[in-house]
Structure formats: structure tokens, C-alpha cells
């Protein structure tokens, strides 16, 4: 696969680490688990004219998983940690026409947005299918080089499917580095095999932020892809996301009012997690980018041109020196997605910005998919 250039995926914070005792040494790969016992969620707190404000305590915040509130630590020295960086770049669809040009000024943004800090980057590019385009390397030069030479793709551009391929690429690099994902794309996906449901999991059960740069699909992709996801992702046969083949067809639900009817039946709890995790595949299906920064506590920018491009990573290069990373020990560790809220406490003209789920492992998982 010839690859082209428009979706660079870039997760630069550590965003729900979680952690399970005891703790794993430092050359292992560390997943979050149904026993996690630590979960990490780093937020960023600004005026609201958008200026970093970085003199809170952790009393200043209220947290709640799935509703519950949580008691909160502040960790120390995050902005020092090593970072493990992938860059997704989108070959196909509109993403040659978009970018094309930036990919010379993309390898300098991406050095100034790391700065000095241990870094270790990849190089990942996909247009209806992911492909390795350099593997990890501390080298700037050659990290720059493999973003030139990617070529044009073809007329797919499977988001999905890159920015999962993107988060296994980090899998196995030491729990001592952030992870981070940087995305420059279109806001709709067409072409991924991946299943919503499992690409929600996949953006979400790992300590990944994913920082999305999007330019807007075209009408005519905006109308295909409505019907392609849909018909990707059925409901199951039985159960209370069931249709019954001999039912009144003028009373029939639609599937996302009969969604939250079967919320309801859930334990308080897991019926948040649900309506979270049907609220992240709507949103999945209307923009990607977006969608998946906020799942995972990075940062949506949207771009036309060069400039607004420049802006916005150096909007992001401010910041990410100036979150917070706050911890919490799990009350109700229970297996699947969890649905995370974070607020300040009497700070009304402040505005914080955080991860809004976490997906814990475990064979009751299921339960709490969209």
C-alpha cells in the first residue's frame, strides 16, 4: 500500500493509566484490568479565555466514576516522563488533497510539540488499511523523513482501524512513558473493518491520549457513511436490543431510544456506563477525531489550511506541559466501559477538560458495550 498524507495521530499525555498491584516493573507493558486498583485521568483547567491556570490542588476537583465520587491524589512531575508518541497519518481518502504540502512542516511541529523530554516516536499511516511506516526511534531526522515520504493512498480512510492499529503499536512500550497519539484527518471514517463497539474498547483501554487535527469529510461522504456504519454494527438477535420480526412496524423504537430502555435495566452503575458507551458510538459515527480526543482526555483542533494547523499544535504545545494528573483507587471496579466526569469545585470562571470513559477488562465486560 502506497500511503498518503491526512491523519497524524498523536497521544501525548498519559490519560487513565491504570495500575494493578503488585506494581509492574518498568520494562513491562502495563493494561488496564478489571482489578485495576489506580486509574490516572490528566485534565486540563483554563481561564476562559483559554490560558493554562496550574495552581490547583486536589481538593479543588470533584470526580465521580459511573456516578460514584471518588477521592483524589495529585501526581507529581508528570510533565518530566519519558513520552511514547505515534504519528497517524491518513493516505487515503481526501487526506492527499488536505495535506498535501504540510507533510514538511508536520516532522518540525511534531519536534517542538515534544520538546526536550525522553522521547520515543512511530510512524503509522493507513488509507484502507494501517501499515508500520517507522517503527519507534528516538531520531527526529529519520521520524521526519518517513512523514515525507508518504505517498498517496487509495480512496479509503479508515480511521478506526488506524488509530486502533496506533494504540497497539504502544502496547509494549515501558508503563514509565506517556502515551500519546497525534491525529490529522477528516472527521468521518470509511473503510474500517473494526466494529464500533470495538473501537470504542480498543481507544479506550489503554493509557492513551489521542489528540485529533481534522479538516471536515465532504457532504457525499457525510450520507455514505451513515448507512455503511449501521449496517456494520447490528444490534443482537435477541436480548432487549431484539426486533421482533412480527411487531407493528408504526410502533417499533428506534434503536437509540431502545438503547436507554435497556440502560434502564441495568443497576444504577453499569446503566451510566451503558448510556456512555451508546452516547461514544453515536458520537463515533458523526466525527471521529473528536470523539475519540474526548473519550481519552486529548484535544480536538480543527483545520482548513497551514496556518490553522501551526495554531492549533502550538495551542497544544502550551498546554501539555500544564495539565494536572490526577489519580484515584476505583470504588466499583467493575469490568467494561466506565463513565468518568471530572468538575472544579466553586471555579465557575474556570473550564477543565478530561477523559470522559475508561475501559476495564474483565469477561463481564459485555455488559456495558453499546
Known amino acids: 500500500m502506497k500511503l498518503g498524507l491526512a491523519v497524524l495521530s498523536l497521544a501525548l499525555t498519559s490519560t487513565a493509566l491504570a495500575q494493578t498491584a503488585p506494581r509492574p516493573q518498568p520494562d513491562q507493558p502495563q493494561t488496564l484490568r478489571a482489578t485495576t486498583t489506580i486509574v490516572l485521568v490528566p485534565a486540563l483547567v483554563t481561564t476562559k479565555n483559554g490560558e493554562p491556570v496550574f495552581t490547583l490542588t486536589p481538593d479543588d476537583f470533584i470526580l465521580t466514576d459511573d456516578g460514584v465520587p471518588q477521592t ?5 512531575d508528570t510533565d518530566r516522563q519519558p513520552i511514547a508518541l505515534v504519528v497517524v497519518i491518513e493516505a487515503g481518502g481526501e487526506g492527499a488533497t488536505h495535506l498535501d504540502g504540510l507533510e514538511e512542516r508536520l516532522g518540525p511541529m511534531i519536534e517542538t ?3 526536550p523530554v525522553e522521547h520515543t516516536i512511530a510512524v503509522v499511516g493507513f488509507d484502507s488499511e494501517p501499515a508500520l511506516v517507522q517503527p519507534f526511534t528516538s531520531d527526529m531526522q529519520v521520524v521526519d523523513q518517513a512523514i515525507r515520504g508518504i505517498g498517496p493512498g487509495n480512496g479509503k480512510a479508515a480511521i478506526l482501524d488506524g488509530l486502533s492499529f496506533a494504540v497497539d503499536q504502544l502496547r509494549n512500550q515501558p508503563p514509565r512513558y506517556r502515551r500519546a ?6 472527521t468521518l471514517d470509511h473503510g474500517s473493518h473494526l466494529k464500533i463497539a470495538d473501537a470504542l474498547r480498543a481507544v479506550s483501554d489503554t493509557n492513551t491520549a489521542i489528540y485529533s487535527f481534522a ?17 456494520r454494527d447490528p444490534g443482537p438477535e435477541h436480548g432487549c436490543m431484539g426486533r421482533d ?4 412496524p408504526t410502533k417499533v423504537k428506534n434503536r437509540g431510544v431502545q438503547a436507554y430502555d435497556c440502560a434502564s435495566l441495568l443497576a444504577p452503575p453499569l446503566r451510566l456506563a451503558k448510556m456512555a458507551a451508546i452516547a461514544a458510538a453515536n458520537a463515533l459515527r458523526k466525527n471521529v477525531p473528536e470523539t475519540v480526543a474526548h ?3 486529548g484535544e480536538y483542533y480543527s483545520f482548513s489550511n497551514e496556518k490553522n494547523l501551526e495554531r492549533g499544535l502550538q495551542t497544544l504545545t502550551n498546554h501539555i506541559p500544564n495539565r494536572y494528573v490526577l489519580s484515584f483507587h476505583p470504588v466499583n471496579p467493575h469490568p467494561g466501559l466506565h463513565a468518568v466526569t471530572l468538575q472544579l469545585k466553586d471555579r465557575p470562571n474556570l473550564k477543565v477538560a478530561a477523559r470522559t470513559s475508561y475501559w476495564a477488562a474483565g469477561p463481564a465486560a459485555e455488559a456495558i458495550t453499546p
Not at 420480526?245 to 407493528?248: E, G, L, S
Open 215 to 231: 479538516f471536515n469529510s465532504t457532504k457525499a461522504e457525510e450520507k455514505s457513511e451513515a448507512g455503511e456504519f449501521s449496517s
Open 295 to 297: 473519550l481519552t482526555g
Open 113 to 115: 510539540l515534544v520538546g
Open 245 to 248: 420480526p412480527d411487531a407493528d
Open 181 to 186: 497519539i497525534i491525529s490529522f484527518t477528516e
Open 72 to 76: 483524589l491524589r495529585l501526581e507529581d
